[in-house]
């Protein structure tokens, strides 16, 4: 599995805003079918006022190669794309007409089978 985070910015417009959830709400039937036969595995979107956050995973293909594949399989897949894109605006460092931005990892957990200890006091 390849897991990919991704970012995008919806218009600053709270009818947007609520148009593009209520979307999410109940996501076409092509769209959900396209998605799975492109490759991806697991997709969450998350929304913080108007910033868009994408996690997804593919089973190993690179997820710019995925949406291609998604957007070119049905005419109603890329109606949904192009009105969902009618939403969205550029994250800050995103290019001007780009579409999701990737966001680079700097911090990552590993678990590890060993016992946790405390070092810091409790307070």
């Known amino acids: ?3 990919s985070v991704l970012t995008m910015d919806l218009k ?3 009818a947007v805003i609520a148009a593009y959830r209520d979307h999410h709400k109940r996501v076409w039937p092509e ?3 396209s ?3 492109a490759g991806i595995r697991q997709m969450e979107i998350y929304l913080l006022e108007r910033r868009l956050v994408m996690v ?3 089973d190993g293909i690179d997820f710019r190669h995925a ?8 005419p109603r897949v890329a109606e949904w794309e192009s009105l ?3 939403m969205q605006a550029p994250p800050p460092g995103g290019s001007d007409g780009g579409w999701w931005t990737e966001m ?3 911090f990552q957990l590993e678990v590890v089978d060993e016992p946790i200890t405390e070092t810091a006091p409790r307070r």
């Not at 949406?67 to 049905?74: E, G, I, M, R, T």
């Open 1 to 3: 599995m390849t897991r």
């Open 12 to 14: 600053d417009d709270p």
């Open 31 to 33: 769209v959900l079918q």
């Open 35 to 37: 998605l799975r036969r």
């Open 56 to 58: 997804v995973e593919t």
């Open 67 to 74: 949406f291609a594949a998604h957007v070119s399989s049905h």
């Open 84 to 86: 969902m894109k009618s």
């Open 104 to 106: 680079q990892p700097i």
